[in-house]
């Protein structure tokens, strides 16, 4: 059977200024909030009951707000979406600032001005 | 996304960490690095716009694919800015885009000495055409 991750609470943002994300202009953005700050549990497939981050919906526009002017190569792709997977130094003061996060995310061709962030999370992890 | 994809991925970047393209404050990099870095991307660029992997691009450019990997991740420590030209012009070879960003650069490091203001009315126009 096919089981289907329930991604918790999805936020949809229009940024509070445009960024180019791999020559693209980017106004808004999706972001799986409870993945960030839960992760899943490999075993259940269910979001962690522990959080590990506290990220707030405008500290994870700041981290793809630090991607405007980049370009970066695509992972995987998937139908009309890639998939990009990327190392980004926190910009959120006081919330593990300068340390180092893990971040995927996609891009799909059919909705060129959205970003879509599925998860982010430390890469000490 | 749904079912195994998610945890594949992250497996994959867990396992690719220290490969991955590394974003970072930008206004910290040197004169040379920014060129490395704009260099780089037109490599990026070349790979997603065909949506190919890197395993086939390294193909493409008869490249090793680590070689490639570490040009499309920006590790611009391990390249200087006479070997990402030397790879540009073999990439040139089979992007046109990237033959006639070659073809530009060629026309601005040609460019006789200036004066100050004549050089700047020139920056300065480019970088409105590019906005």
Redesign the interface.
């Known amino acids: 059977m096919v089981k289907i991750i329930d991604p918790g609470r999805i936020e949809r943002i229009v940024l509070s200024r445009p960024i180019t994300f791999n020559e693209i202009l980017i106004l808004k953005a999706v972001i799986e909030i409870d993945h960030i700050n839960f992760g899943l549990d490999e075993r259940t497939r269910k979001l962690k009951r522990r959080k590990r981050t506290n990220f707030s919906v405008k500290d994870v526009e700041a981290f793809i707000l630090e991607l405007d002017g980049d370009a970066i190569v695509a992972s995987r792709y998937v139908g009309s979406q890639s998939v990009f997977t990327a190392r980004i130094d926190c910009p959120v003061k006081g919330k593990f600032f300068t340390r180092t996060f893990m971040m995927i995310l996609r891009h799909d061709h059919c909705i060129p001005d959205e970003i879509y962030i599925v998860t982010l999370y430390p890469s000490w992890e | ?3 195994d ?3 594949e ?2 497996k ?3 396992k ?2 220290k490969h ?7 206004q910290e990099l040197s004169f040379e690095e920014r060129v490395k870095i704009s260099l780089c ?1 037109h490599f ?2 070349y ?2 716009e065909r ?1 190919i992997t ?1 395993t086939e691009f390294a193909k493409e450019m008869n490249l090793p694919k680590s070689r490639v990997s570490e040009i ?2 920006y590790k611009i420590t391990k390249y200087t800015v006479d070997k990402l030209l030397t790879h540009l012009t073999r990439l040139a070879e089979l992007s046109p885009k990237t033959k006639a960003y070659l073809d530009l650069l060629r026309a601005t490091l040609e460019v006789p000495p200036m004066t100050v203001t004549n050089t700047k009315k020139l920056t300065r126009s480019m970088s409105q055409f590019y906005a």
């Open positions: 996304m749904i079912n994809e998610i945890f991925i992250i994959k970047a867990n690719e960490k991955l393209t590394h974003i970072t404050n930008k991307r990026v660029h790979v997603n949506r890197v499309v991740n």
